[in-house]
């Protein structure tokens, strides 16, 4: 896959070029998904940079039974569902791939495949180590690109008691999804905590930045594999 990286409207991209599409697109998922819960006409929303992908996804899927319908230019950004052209299309669920802001979506049952961006989690372990005690209060947030690593991170630092990690739905409105959209979002406003980032630089960084003002903040850049301190104003 490419270094490069973009800045996007919610998050970042790689600039991607994807040498296994089955397993970066987690395709038997996918069909697991639309197969199990009877899904045969089903949009399939891909963000610019990954729409050169969008015919070997429809076939595999196609191969599987299922009707699906190509998501381009859509309403929003990128990183949001587009929940209207997809009920234009009469679809029954929707899948989006690429980075997404994670946010609620009203009604159509919807399926995240953020996509599996390198990382080397063995440094990122190490560099977490460097940065933190064994006590502190950390609350860490991934990139949703980079998401896919976050339980063998957490795997490596188990001895880190006050370890959070964000997480993300990886389904919404069906029988599967959490009830609880803002379970482990974010921690409490009156909650002691440092913030570590993992992720490219990124308008998505801005925002943690400027949303812990208060806080110490810390970034780390898988690419660059590059530790940083963002902000240390602290309560």
């Known amino acids: 896959m490419s270094s490069e990286a973009a800045p996007t409207l919610c998050g970042t991209v790689a600039t991607t070029s994807v040498s296994n599409v089955e397993d970066y697109f987690q395709l038997p998922l996918c069909r697991e998904w639309c197969v199990s819960n009877h899904y045969t006409n089903v949009a399939l929303q891909f963000p610019d940079h990954l729409l050169a992908y969008s015919p070997a996804v429809y076939s595999y899927l196609g191969s599987a039974g299922v009707l699906p319908h190509i998501l381009a230019d859509t309403n929003y950004g990128a990183c949001c569902v587009d929940e209207v052209a997809a009920m234009r299309l009469n679809t029954e669920a929707i899948i989006h791939f690429g980075h997404s802001c994670n946010s ?73 999804s959490s009830e609880s959209f803002n379970e482990n979002i974010a921690p409490s406003e009156n909650t002691e905590y440092s913030l570590f980032y993992v992720g490219v630089e990124s308008l998505a960084l801005t925002n943690c930045i400027l949303t812990n003002g208060s806080r110490k903040v810390t970034s780390y850049n898988p690419i660059t594999k590059e530790c940083r301190l963002e902000s240390k104003f602290c309560k």
């Open 104 to 176: 609620k979506v009203l009604s159509l049952p919807s399926l995240f495949i953020f996509g599996k961006e390198p990382i080397d989690v063995g440094n990122l372990v190490q560099s977490y180590k460097q940065t933190y005690t064994v006590t502190q209060n950390v609350w860490v947030v991934f990139d949703p690109v980079y998401y896919h690593c976050a339980n063998e991170f957490k795997a490596q630092l188990k001895s880190y008691p006050n370890l959070n990690i964000r997480s993300y739905q990886l389904e919404q409105n069906t029988a599967a």
